[in-house]
């Protein structure tokens, strides 16, 4: 096994959202200017000290070379230029690529920016149907399953070997809810119970409608560099402490496991770069597209044991002032979901939490924030360990 | 019936052609390795297990075990819509080998992990049919 270490080598310096839920008064691609500029606004630099660029694609506006797009757009002119393909677990290492770019010297200041007009551009229901593409074309499209039905696969399974129920799911939903009634950027902010999810309508059994993340409109947009340039910028530096990546899948019917996912090695690896374990992070991320994914990325992130994660969840421990606070902008089942883009504004979140700059929803003396993203069905998995000072 | 709202029709490929083949048969066609003996699906120019070339086309059993399964209630598209509730399960063959499928001939509610099933096919038009399980 290698010896990549990124350790303490970058930080980001420069953090920043759109607004997000119902936007429809900009594009797509107007929302990743946008991002891009409030993250360099943030970073008190000017476009053109950008060296380097990266964006995910966007369903509702492509480009073939997306990337090069919204460089020419922004007449930004970087040295270093790459567009992620897909999905929530890509967007996370793609900071784990900037890490690697800053680090070699292929660029000095990455721009991240990635959003999407998926509610908008796109309706719910056109949303819907065109994230069914992930299922294999000859043998899992012709069985009609939409993403909700792929994950409601995990779920039953994992109900199945370990006895997790409906109302320990429900407790991630309500944890996020009650995240996102303190956020203002959130879309849903109504809070909700664990009957109200119970008792939402059922949509790919046994998951309800309140098990379910958001279509929404939205952008972020991180400015990365080397941990020695960051002491310059005028924002206190988010440090990159540890990262890595695990990949088991891309078709939910090939997985190795239906119940413990690559997450695994992904966390294994960030965990190891940064010399640190479950124990140490104050502030949790995690990738909530539907809410068994939540617990099975706490068993496979290490924070309780395998078949565990249904009753690590209730009583209160993954929501603020709790043992673990998960998801403290509201997460891709609260705060917002426009597609490819989910995973950034955990990243966002996570540099807000550790400059404590969160108001009512701060963990309160934040130093260690893990962010952990999957794309696919549980397919592919990115982890990342961020603080506030270098360890 | 619109272009838009038809189900999904698998396009068989060079290397799919031979399952496809089978499916209007009405047979489950799998592959197995010469070498390492081991059973796949889906179709793949080498055993994904030992890495040989000498994998061939071979009926399977057609017998398999619920591994997970949900109730659709909210249909992918609208060509689905008039099957809700329908059951989207993976099953594990006999021989080894995972697939999606739909369970059909019982009430969903029915459906169970660990359920032994049976391969039956739905013929969508000449040349596809679809591979379905039914309770064993
Ligand atoms: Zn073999």
């Keep these: ?391 | 019936m619109a272009a838009e709202i038809a189900k999904p029709l698998p396009a068989p490929t060079l290397e799919t052609r031979p399952y496809w083949e089978g499916c209007k048969r009405h047979e489950l066609r799998i592959q197995r390795c010469r070498v390492c003996g081991r059973y796949q699906f889906y179709p793949r120019i080498y055993c994904a297990q030992c890495f040989d070339d000498r994998v061939e086309w071979v009926a399977a059993s057609g017998r398999a075990t619920v591994l997970s399964f949900t109730i659709v209630r909210r249909p992918v598209s609208p060509a689905f819509a008039g099957d809700v509730p329908y059951v989207v399960a993976l099953v594990t063959l006999d021989e080894g080998p995972t697939m999606m499928t739909n369970i059909i001939g019982c009430e969903p509610e029915k459906v169970a992990i660990g359920m032994r099933v049976a391969v039956t096919f739905e013929d969508w038009n000449e040349e596809i049919s679809i591979a379905k399980f039914r309770p064993a």
Excluded: W
Excluded at chain 1, 264 to 276: D, I, P, T, V, W
């Design chain 1, 1 to 391: 096994m290698g010896t990549e270490s990124l350790k303490n080598k970058v930080a980001i310096v420069g953090a920043a959202d759109t607004e997000v839920g119902v936007v429809p008064h900009l594009s797509a691609t107007q929302l990743y200017v946008k991002a891009a500029k409030l993250a360099l606004a943030d970073a008190g630099i000017t476009k053109d000290e950008v060296d380097g660029l990266i964006t995910c694609i966007s369903f509702v506006e492509p480009f073939m070379y997306h990337a090069e797009m919204i460089a020419e757009y922004m007449q930004i002119f970087p040295r270093y230029c790459m567009t992620a393909p897909s999905g929530g677990g890509t967007t996370l290492a793609i900071m784990h690529h900037a890490a690697s770019a800053i680090a070699t010297g292929m660029c000095d200041t990455v721009l991240i920016t990635m959003a999407d007009s998926q509610l908008s551009g796109l309706s719910r229901t056109k949303a819907i149907e065109a994230m069914s593409g992930a299922g294999h074309p000859q043998f899992e499209r012709p069985y009609g399953p939409p993403i909700p039905a792929f994950y409601a696969l995990l779920a039953r399974a994992h109900e199945h070997a370990y006895g997790t129920t409906a109302a320990q799911r429900a407790a991630v939903a309500v944890a996020c809810r009650k995240h996102a009634a303190m956020n203002p950027a959130a879309q849903m902010r109504k809070p909700i119970t664990v009957e109200d999810v119970i008792n939402s309508r059922m949509i790919a059994d046994p998951l309800h409608l309140l098990d379910c993340s958001l279509v929404s409109d939205g952008g972020a947009a991180i400015v990365m560099t080397s941990a020695e340039r960051a002491r310059d910028f005028k924002t206190k530096p988010a440090y990159l402490l540890g990262t890595g990546e695990g990949h088991s899948h891309e078709h939910i019917s090939e997985a190795r496991s239906l119940t413990t996912s690559a997450a695994k090695e992904a966390g294994e690896r960030a965990y190891a770069m940064a010399g640190l374990g479950p124990r140490d992070i104050d502030v949790a991320e995690l990738y909530d597209c539907f809410t068994p994914v939540v617990i099975i990325e706490l068993e496979d992130l290490g924070f309780c044991s395998k078949g565990e994660g249904g009753r690590f969840v209730e009583g209160g421990r993954i929501e603020l002032g709790g043992e673990l606070p998960v998801n403290t902008h509201g997460g891709l089942l609260s705060h917002c979901h426009p597609g490819h883009p989910g995973s950034m504004f955990s990243i966002t979140e996570a540099v807000r939490q550790l400059r404590g700059e969160c108001g009512p929803r701060q963990v309160s003396d934040a130093k260690v924030a893990l962010v952990h993203a999957q794309g696919g069905i549980m397919s592919t998995h990115c982890t990342a360990i961020f603080g506030s000072e270098r360890v």
